[in-house]
Structure formats: C-alpha cells, structure tokens
C-alpha cells in the first residue's frame, strides 16, 4: 500500500493544472512511472467524510494512463477502502490529494493502491481495487 507520508505537492491547494476553480474536472500530474496525483473535490466544496472520500478513491483513471499513449476502458471490479482515524479528528477541507499507481497489471486485469491526504498532510484513507483491462495483458504495454 502507499506511504503514509503525501508525495511533493504538486502546484500547491489549487492544482497542477492552474485552474483556480477546477471547473475543467481534475487534472493529473503525469510522469515516468504508472501513476497519477491530483487535488480533487466536489464543485460545490462539500465537507468530505467517508462516503465522498469512496467517490473519490475510485475517481481518477488508473495509474497506467500517466505511461499510455491510447487510453482505453479499464472498469472498476472490486474496490475497499480504508480510512484512518483522521475523520475523526478534524474536519476535512473540501479538496484532498489523490495519488493512484498500478501495482499490477496483466492477465487481463489490474490492480492499483491508491491514498488520499488532507491539504495539511494528514493520511485520510488507502484503497485498492481491481481492475479489468481491456484488450488483455496487451494493453498494459501501451500495444495493441
């Protein structure tokens, strides 16, 4: 699973994308690695407790779309989610950084872990759930 220590952040509260108002949907950092990170919220800045957080565990594409050329469908089978005790302590802010990876993919499936920190750093919640990949273990080379 992934550490309980958030990644740099990217571009501060507002996003990598330089859209102040996040209108434009999340915009996700790409990279070398099988791996995306955002700061996703709801547009209308509900407070986020645990039922929004499960929205938004299973809300960016898989970590494989920061190493694809060709986006293809990769639909949730299974997710779980794990929350820490940090819901309890404190309000959460209206936006949380999210950072999905593939730990896995081939054989016509994927498996990605996914955790999802405060604005002030704290460990919300880790996911993981499978995937199907389209197009077999293929599609996990960015072929066929």
Known sequence: MPTAHPPER??????????????RG??????????????????????????????LADALPPGLFAVWTVP?????AELTV???????AAPVEDRVL???RTEYAGGGWTV?????????GRLLALA??????RNGSRAAHGDG
């Not at 293809?72 to 949730?76: E, G, H």
């Not at 794990?82 to 309890?88: E, G, R, S, V």
């Not at 993981?128 to 990949?133: E, H, T």
Request: charged fraction near 25%.
């Open 98 to 100: 999210v950072r999905i």
């Open 82 to 88: 794990h929350f820490t005790d940090a819901l309890d």
């Open 128 to 133: 993981r759930q499978a995937r199907v990949l």
């Open 26 to 55: 999340p915009a996700a950092r790409r990279g070398p690695r099988a791996e995306l990170l955002a700061w996703l919220g709801f547009t209308d800045r509900r407070p986020l407790d645990a039922g929004t957080l499960v929205v």
């Open 112 to 120: 990605e872990d996914s955790a999802l920190w405060s604005t002030t």
């Open 72 to 76: 293809r469908p990769v639909p949730t």
């Open 10 to 23: 990217p571009g501060g509260l507002r996003g990598p994308s330089g859209d102040p108002t996040g209108e």
